[in-house]
């Protein structure tokens, strides 16, 4: 059974720092690309940053000199570190995985930023 279980979420104050971790299991973790994307209510999911099998990664501009995309492979785990965090990044994280021929959505953690 293909799980993603994202932790790490909460509360923190702007200019604040949080690290989102992404567990996978039931497939080949080191096969696929895993990115990070968030989602506000009433606006549609986006991009934040995604890491491929070998390492290579990219970032919404918004997120570029803040947040660290990177992988475990030997613990199935994505990380996502977030740095100078904002009020506008306030929102539902969800990891997902992409391979050739299937991709599968974790359930979100949730990130509030606020004073």
């Known amino acids: 059974q293909v799980q993603l279980v994202e932790s790490g979420g909460g509360l923190v104050q702007p200019g604040g720092s949080l690290r989102l971790s992404c567990a996978a299991s039931g497939f080949t973790f080191s096969s696929y690309a895993m990115s990070w994307y968030r989602q506000v209510p009433g606006k549609e999911r986006e991009l934040v940053a995604s890491i491929n099998s070998v390492g290579n990664t990219n970032y919404a501009d918004s997120m570029k000199g803040r947040f660290t995309i990177s992988r475990d492979n030997a613990k199935n785990t994505v990380y996502l570190q977030m740095n100078s965090l904002k009020p506008e990044d306030t929102a539902v994280y969800y990891c997902?995985?992409?391979?050739?021929?299937?991709?599968?959505w974790g359930k979100g953690t949730l990130v509030t930023v606020s004073s």
């Open positions: 997902y995985a992409r391979s050739k021929f299937t991709n599968y």
